[in-house]
């Protein structure tokens, strides 16, 4: 035995191996888990002789109480050269059971591959923290049963850690949160109040408190808050109790249903904004309706100034008038209905209409604010001023625009009776003709206008080739038309539905604009104007894109107001095109936008939806 110790360990250092052979069970298994070797304390502690485990198969390494994947893990890892660690259990030739705490590392010998496994019995150790974990368990139900809510916390509030779940919060979401954003605003006054309370005068504290459930049922708790000392006196923290009391407060059932059944309502109405505050000013409750139009949840806004919800550019103007509004109240005047701008969390401003009231419980007062927001409806007056003015707008330059050709048509017309000189008279006669083609444009146009503004249009499928076609063969007379490249690209395999004469009044504005803001054709210049539809199941994208003048940046954003013209003498215009296309693709709910470089080109995209 001890020729095959000096064979197998003998590149150990023998102190080291004396260390190990005293404290730990050791053993050598060959590639095959055979043991060909164990020291004393293996066989004294697994009551087994070393003849009887000499040649065997070690079954600290076939355990059934391990799952497979252990071994597995364990097998991959040695069989790789590296060292494991862990936990094995097996059993005594008694058949008790044994915990081992194991390190298996792989050696080589004359090129022959072996396994030292050195291992320390942690049975009791083992026992001990498994009993732990299971008293820790029954401690985790005991205090997850128990009837009460216990919390403990900082002097500001913020949880430190609590028993069980809470207001629909599960544990570890409670913790670093703060006790007052899961107590209800009715009751967040007196909580605060007992809580400081605590914490300055180091004392324990017992009050009753209520809240609402989220059908609207009104719910009483007790409270006790206990300051937590350190060794030497300080504070470090309370610990808070909430038992729910609910069943034993003298209030009658139909008392009780009775004002479930009012903030169940209060608080589902989504169609009006209702808040309330106190004499303060701050956000004590609110409905859906507010939550939906501010975007806030309660938890965020409930104990914070109303002011919060109104637009900082309008802040004084809007405390001015809550200000107003609450003197008339307490004169016992109405408040008059008055115009807010409010903004939202995302900082989105809208506008609404304010009407505020006073309400009266446990002798203190609230105010509550019924808004009602009015963004429609100041969008239509918006849209109802400009279109007004845009009307007189029309109504005067049309008339002005129709003088001019009429005027110019009866000069020529006189002039021609007059001359004699054929030459002379057929130049009459093509300025003639040049003044009746401008009246006769600017009577299209504003005939299209017309139909733009009556709206009373059928809706039928949409044939973009016969549209463009049919536009190009319009325009074919255009100055500088059989100079241009035109590329049409139209993918219509999805069947689209809109207004064909609109569609049609689209393509003609914008490709005429594309004509005649075209740069003359060069050797190094050839005018190109690429039309492309594309239309798929909910809509169809257009897009008319040259390489013409361009639009300068500074204008680009008034080439759809009504009679815009170009400051380029040679591209004259009415200024109604593009105006035109703008109110229709508005009047089908589309979208219209423009990009363009100077002299590198412009594109129009527009999306449209179908019908």
Avoid at 143 to 170: A, D
Avoid at 462 to 467: K, R
Avoid at 498 to 504: D, Q
Wanted: net charge neutral; hydrophobic share 35%.
């Amino acid at each position: 035995m001890e020729a095959v110790k000096y064979n197998l360990l003998s590149k150990l250092n023998e102190n080291v191996l004396s260390i190990i052979e005293d404290n730990s069970i050791v053993s050598i298994i060959d590639v095959y888990g055979r043991i060909e070797y164990v020291n004393t304390l293996f066989c004294d502690t697994l009551e087994y002789t070393e003849s009887e485990l000499l040649g065997e198969t070690l079954d600290l390494l076939k355990s059934p109480i391990h799952i497979e994947a252990l071994y597995k893990n364990l097998w991959k890892t040695i069989k790789a050269g590296h060292k494991w660690t862990g936990i094995l259990a097996t059993k005594k030739s008694n058949g008790k059971p044994i915990t081992l705490d194991t390190i298996i590392v792989p050696m080589k010998k004359d090129n022959t591959l072996m396994y030292v496994i050195v291992s320390k019995d942690v049975t009791r150790l083992h026992a001990e923290k498994v009993r732990l974990k299971e008293s820790d368990y029954r401690s985790n139900v005991f205090l997850e049963n128990m009837p009460m809510h216990v919390f403990s916390i900082t002097k500001y509030g913020k949880i430190l850690n609590t028993n069980k779940s809470y207001c629909n919060q599960e544990k570890e979401n409670l913790i670093d949160t703060y006790i007052y954003d899961h107590i209800g605003s009715n009751s967040y006054d007196i909580f605060k109040k007992n809580v400081d309370e605590v914490f300055k005068n180091k004392i324990s504290k017992q009050f009753e408190f209520f809240d609402f459930d989220e059908d609207g049922r009104k719910l009483f708790f007790s409270s006790i808050i206990s300051p937590v000392f350190t060794d030497f006196g300080g504070l470090t923290s309370a610990t808070v109790c909430i038992h729910d009391i609910t069943n034993y407060k003298g209030i009658s059932k139909e008392e009780r249903d009775r004002e479930a059944k009012y903030r169940l309502i209060y608080k589902s109405i989504n169609v009006g904004i209702i808040v309330v505050a106190d004499d303060k000013g701050k956000i004590r409750e609110w409905n859906k309706g507010a939550k939906l139009a501010f975007g806030y949840s309660e938890s965020e806004i409930l104990g914070r100034p109303l002011t919060i919800l109104t637009s900082l550019s309008y802040r004084e103007s809007n405390i001015t008038a809550f200000v107003k509004a609450v003197k008339k109240i307490k004169n016992n005047i109405n408040s008059d209905i008055i115009e807010l701008q409010c903004v939202r969390k995302n900082g989105e401003e809208f506008p609404v209409e304010f009407a505020l009231s006073s309400i009266r419980v446990n002798k203190k007062t609230s105010y509550c604010a019924m808004m009602h927001d009015i963004s429609k409806r100041k969008s239509l007056q918006n849209k109802l001023k400009q279109k007004t003015k845009d009307l007189e707008q029309f109504l005067y330059r049309s008339a002005h625009d129709l003088k001019a050709p009429f005027a110019s048509a009866q000069g020529l017309l006189n002039l021609l009776k007059e001359e004699k000189n054929k030459e002379k008279a057929q130049v009459l006669i093509d300025m003639l003709s040049e003044t009746i083609d401008s009246g006769r444009v600017l009577s299209n146009n504003l005939s299209e206008a017309s139909m733009v503004l009556a709206k009373n249009y059928e809706y039928k499928t949409i044939d973009f080739n016969d549209i463009v076609n049919d536009v190009l063969k319009t325009l074919s007379n255009a100055t500088n038309f059989e100079c241009i490249d035109f590329k049409i690209s139209i993918d219509d395999h999805k069947v689209f539905t809109s207004k064909p004469k609109l569609m049609h009044s689209i393509f003609q504005n914008l490709i005429h604009n594309a004509i005649k803001y075209s740069n003359k054709q060069t050797d190094a210049h050839t005018p190109c104007i690429d039309i492309t539809v594309k239309t798929k199941i909910d809509d169809v994208s257009i897009i008319v894109r040259d390489n013409g003048k361009g639009i300068n940046l500074k204008c680009i954003d008034k080439i759809f107001d009504l009679y815009y013209r170009s400051n380029n003498e040679n591209t004259p215009g009415n200024g109604i095109g593009l105006y035109i296309v703008k109110n229709i693709v508005d009047g089908l709910d589309g979208s219209i936008s423009v990009s363009s470089e100077l002299n590198i080109g412009t594109c129009f995209e527009i999306h449209l939806p179908n019908y």
